[in-house]
């Protein structure tokens, strides 16, 4: 995309706050004209003085000047502190619930390709880069327009110094240009190199019981050490680059410098300009020459800025990454069918599930068996629609997937899976997050139900107790307890378990069962086991194999007639 058409994206985020940008386009403007007004009182001031004027025009000069300065302060300071700080953080938030809105909403395919750095630093490091930028954006373009004022008054003074002024930004800018464009290009490597970086480091962080258990923290320190290390080196590099670039500038500002003094003394020793003149010419020499360093920041915060939003407007563009799609087919009364027919998916070329035909019927409890990789948690993944069919068709009480509605999907699918996901808050927030209206009854209920009820009234603070992070940890056999007290809760009418009971002990995994029977007349439920063994007692079991289902029936039965389930059955009974 191209800076001006980013640019003009982005205004959407600023109609709401026109009213408030004007007031600071006006204090800002203000603020320049009292800056430009200050050094011709200055050198009035300073000329009076070194010449003993009268003390009661050197009086009203330094009142002049002393209000002038106390102006500047006061607007400054309101400019920031009540408008410039409060477009900022407004605009911060409203770009981060856009980037949160839309990852929010994209297909889980994006979160398989993409490392969470990704999106991390597209919600954190680009809004605040965008925010930073236009803070000090809006400050310097209105600098740099009074800067122009100053250059205009200095030709009013004397054309010639006005002349010298305007070649040394002439030249400084060219300068300046040719080397921004080979900026832009090795910033925006060290910001995807941020990405990997930053979402290496995370990673790390989040497995670090596993990696000292495992033994290779000091492999595991290394990489993250020559991952930072790799990183800081490309922001050097970027920075030299645009450190010798100013060397060049300030030499030609020094002997600009000394050009004008020289020349400017001349014209003073002439009688063709005032010694007051060539002061403020002399004062005024700062704040023209700091035009660089403003239009160098504009520059940057320009690049910045577009950068930035380029990165946000790609994450958030439909074609590069995919939004979820639903229909808009709502099911109140929904029963729980599920049936697949003649359905191939593959999450890249390779196809997983082929041409699969299966039907389970509302309220029948299936198992779902298969060595591993045969597709199991991708035939949960279709039906969660956590990934569409490539072809066939899977109807959900016989409507096409596709044409129902996201509420028919998620109020009643659930799944529970080896590790369901716990947050950082307490039993009772946990379990009413699917249902924030939930009574204490209900809760008690389900918590009874799935068997976790007990162990609650067992910790001192009950359903108060925070889990998670800082708090108690839960073990395998309790989160999954809980994630089935919250499926009972939200009230699905499907419930998948992921190989729910593989990681857990025989006791655990035997109540677990127990919850499971105690529901499996009021639910559709798919178990995808690793053990047989939990299974055993299933009416229905399938059995899949390199993406289909090749068989079905009771243990008994499977064991009797099919070759490959016998294998499976086997190799557990030896792994055990
Ligand atoms: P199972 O649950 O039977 O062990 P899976 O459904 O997890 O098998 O995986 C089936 C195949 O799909 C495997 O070859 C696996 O590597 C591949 N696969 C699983 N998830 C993904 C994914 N998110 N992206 C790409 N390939 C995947």
Request: proline content about 1%; aromatic content about 10%; hydrophobic content about 40%.
């Amino acid at each position: 995309m191209k800076n001006k058409k980013i640019i003009k994206k982005s205004l959407i985020f600023f109609k709401d706050l026109k009213f408030k940008l004007l007031i600071l386009l006006l204090l800002q403007i203000l603020i320049g004209i009292v800056s430009f007004t200050t050094p011709i009182f200055e050198a009035r001031l300073i000329e009076a003085i070194t010449t003993f004027k009268l003390f009661k025009t050197i009086l009203v000069l330094a009142v002049i000047y002393l209000s002038l300065e106390l102006l500047y302060l006061f607007l400054s300071k309101t400019s920031v502190v009540y408008y410039l700080k409060n477009i900022k953080s407004k605009i911060l938030f409203s770009i981060r619930k856009y980037v949160i809105d839309n990852i929010f909403e994209l297909e889980t395919v994006n979160f398989d390709k993409n490392t969470t750095g990704y999106f991390e630093e597209r919600i954190i490091g680009d809004t605040n880069i965008i925010a930073k930028t236009l803070n000090s954006a809006i400050q310097r373009i209105v600098e740099m327009i009074t800067r122009i004022g100053v250059v205009i008054y200095i030709f009013f003074i004397n054309w010639i110094i006005g002349l010298i002024f305007l070649f040394i930004i002439v030249i400084t800018a060219l300068l300046k240009n040719k080397v921004d464009v080979k900026n832009k290009e090795n910033l925006k490597i060290a910001r995807q190199n941020d990405d990997t970086t930053y979402s290496f480091i995370t990673e790390t962080i989040r497995g670090i019981r596993d990696i000292k258990l495992l033994n290779f923290k000091r492999y595991a320190k290394k990489e993250v050490m020559d991952k930072l290390d790799e990183n800081n080196n490309k922001y050097n590099e970027f920075q030299i680059y645009d450190y010798k670039t100013w060397n060049h500038i300030n030499y030609i500002i020094i002997i600009g410098t000394v050009l004008i003094i020289i020349i400017g003394f001349k014209f003073v020793s002439l009688g063709l300009m005032s010694l007051a003149d060539l002061m403020v010419i002399y004062l005024y020499r700062v704040y023209v020459f700091s035009f660089m360093d403003l239009y160098s920041v504009v520059k940057d915060c320009i690049r910045d800025y577009t950068l930035s939003f380029e990165r946000i407007f790609d994450l958030c563009d439909d074609k590069k990454h995919q939004k979820d799609k639903f229909g808009n087919i709502h099911i109140d009364d929904f029963k729980g069918k599920i049936e697949f027919r003649n359905v191939t998916f593959g999450y890249s070329k390779k196809e997983v599930i082929k041409d699969l035909n299966l039907i389970i019927k509302p309220k029948e409890t299936i198992a779902l068996v298969g060595s591993s990789g045969s597709g199991k948690t991708t035939l949960l993944n279709l039906i969660t629609k956590s990934y569409d069919i490539d072809s066939g068709e899977l109807l959900l009480d016989n409507k096409n997937i596709n044409d129902l509605d996201e509420k028919t999907i998620r109020e009643n699918i659930s799944i529970i899976t080896q590790n369901p996901y716990i947050f950082n808050m307490s039993i009772e927030d946990n379990l009413k997050l699917v249902k924030p209206s939930a009574t204490k009854k209900e809760i008690e209920e389900v918590c009874k139900i799935a068997k976790f009820y007990d162990y609650v009234m067992s910790l001192p603070d009950k359903f108060n107790t925070i889990i998670g992070e800082g708090g108690i940890n839960l073990s395998g056999g309790q989160r999954q307890r809980l994630a089935i007290a919250r499926t009972l809760l939200k009230g699905a009418k499907i419930l998948l378990f992921d190989e729910a009971t593989s990681a857990l002990d025989n006791i655990t995994q035997k109540e677990i069962q127990e919850s499971i029977d105690n529901i499996s007349s009021d639910y559709t439920i798919i178990i995808v086991a690793h053990r047989l063994s939990t299974i055993i007692n299933c009416e229905k079991i399938y059995l899949l194999d390199n993406g289909k289902i090749i068989d079905n029936g009771t243990h008994q039965e499977l064991l009797k007639r099919n070759k490959k389930y016998k294998e499976l059955y086997n190799l557990e009974s030896k792994d055990n």
